[in-house]
């Protein structure tokens, strides 16, 4: 019988990024008792490192914003295969969101007359993210933790789960370690939301840190809910390429919203030259139409550099496998131009992009306001999540919730920059609520002993191999290593299979790694335990990577380079099957109301 220390609470958070933090608070307001968990110190998520904004048609920077464009604008976004309820809702709700971020002491850039600034972002018509100079994140993470803590919530930080845990129907409760001691944990509770963000760190360049290895995808998979979209994940056209130690860091498309432009080895703006035909009546005829855009202009249409991240991303592939790109393997970035339009620029650059120029500043010895960026493509977002109702967030699994990143539905095949941000909120709000009345109406349920005893013993297992088994970071990088290549921003169909079959035999060495010490702060230990998470969500991204034999949004295969009518009507499912290898099954997509089909044939 293992050793470990129980807690009870009627809903349980997993997860303290905007979408935990939100959830927490809802179900808090609901009159139940909260546990939140989180893996790192609280405040540490990953929704600290955004950076943009949070798009919400609030409309104060041009009122022709709506939320009816927002929907249009997130459906065209993702390319149609979104959950259309899910998008409606989350343009609905989300300018509500975040003035209540704003009532709860958030302090947002302001317009001249003391409205929230917003900004220019790639895909959205008109200017929509709320922000807070380039460090939006901190300050919504800053703001729901002020409120939350006052909501009488528990929270457990420096703690991982690494199983849910079922009666067979429903969940009753989590299991996992804390990183200070290493010891066990087990968690009673009568709802879970799963709000665990991404899954970046299953590729080599990254923006993510090192807390995105799918835990809540592979958690709720392994409890039997259904994944959706995994084939869709999204590489932000713009991280940073050197120095290498670098690489995958994260420039906010913010630059791009300020006026920055892309341009390649021959001083060319390449954007000018594939300009998709379902965006053409939107993209700017030149230069200096593009310009105005960025400058508010409301006559003028946006530049290409700000079409979807899909699209820009394989634009940036394409200049440098042209033999077109920057000395490191980009392509250039450039802000600093806007100093012949600007007065004061280089202090106007400093004021918009103070994370930026620091960034650049400080790891990279380059001055914005003088010189290019050298960017490139780099694994950001994973669109593909745990399944949820539209409405109440609730996977198929009962009991169990899920917001934010690590639940599917609101993107499609691709997310436009910003949505994540309104997405933790609107959604972490209602999982909140759902998950609170379930919990109000569920008897406890009982622990199958089996199911902890078991999670304990694997979880040990590398300790009694110690140093005659392999080592977990090296099963890691290889992994990671293998899916950028494989399974990276262009796919076929030949190297995906044999992204499988590596995953066969990845899995096989993660059974036989071996770590030493003892199990207090033990990195070692832990990125053996995140691998299993790492190794399932990748083979779900590779399944229906092979399923999809289209390119959409994310997803793109060089041998079926067209998007096919034909795969717009369904979101592939992965799930366990009876004999615990994975499945991957069609969904059909419900027929969309009336309403919603006239507002996107009307905004095209
Ligand atoms: C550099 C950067 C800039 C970005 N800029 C923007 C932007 O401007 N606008 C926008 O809309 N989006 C942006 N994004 C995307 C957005 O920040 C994320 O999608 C979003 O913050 C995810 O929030 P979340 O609440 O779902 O999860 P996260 O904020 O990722 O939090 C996940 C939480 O789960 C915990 N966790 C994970 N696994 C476990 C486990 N096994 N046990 C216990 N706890 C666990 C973590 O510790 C953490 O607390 C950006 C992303 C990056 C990386």
Redesign the pocket.
Known sequence: MPDYQTHEHDVLV?????????AAIEASAGGVSVGL????L?G????????????AALANVDDRDNWKVHFADTMRGGQYVNNWRMAELHAKESPDRVRELESWGAVFDRTGDGRILQRN?GGHRYPR?A?VG?R??LEM?RTLQDHGIHQGIDVHME????RLLTDGTRVVGAF?YERERGRFKLFRAKAIVL????I?RAYKIT???W???G??HT?AYDAGADLMDMEFVQF?PTGMVWPPSVRG??V???VRGEGGVLKNSEGRRFMFDDIPENYRAQTADDAEEGWRYTQGDKSARRPPELLTRDHVSRCIMREVKAGRGSPHGGVFLDISWIKSRVPNGAEHIRKKLPSMYHQFKQLADLDITEEPMEVGPTT??VMGGVRVDSDTQMSTVPGLFA?????AGINGAN?L????????LVF?KRAGEFAAKYARDAPAGAINQDEVEDTARVALEPFERGSAGEGPYQVQYALQEMMQDLVGIVRKESEVRSALDRLQELRARAARVGVGGHREYNPGWHAALDLH?LLTVSEAVARCAIERKESRGGHFRDDYPDKDKDYSTFNLIARKGANGAMQVIRAPIPTMPDELRRIIDEMK
């Not at 997993?14 to 939100?22: M, S």
């Not at 709000?195 to 991404?198: F, K, V």
């Not at 917001?403 to 639940?407: I, P, V």
């Open positions: 997993v997860g303290a990024g905007g979408a935990g933090l939100r968990i989180c893996k790192s609280l540490k998520a990953h929704t600290v490192m955004a950076e943009g904004g949070i798009a972002f993210l922000h380039d939006t994140g993470i703690c991982t789960i690494l996992g709000a665990t963000g991404g970046g923006s993510n840190s807390e995105y290895t835990d809540g958690l932000h860091i994260l906010t498309e913010g950001h977002y917001a934010g990143e690590c639940a997310r920059g910003g949505n994540s941000l309104s997405d933790l972490g998470s």
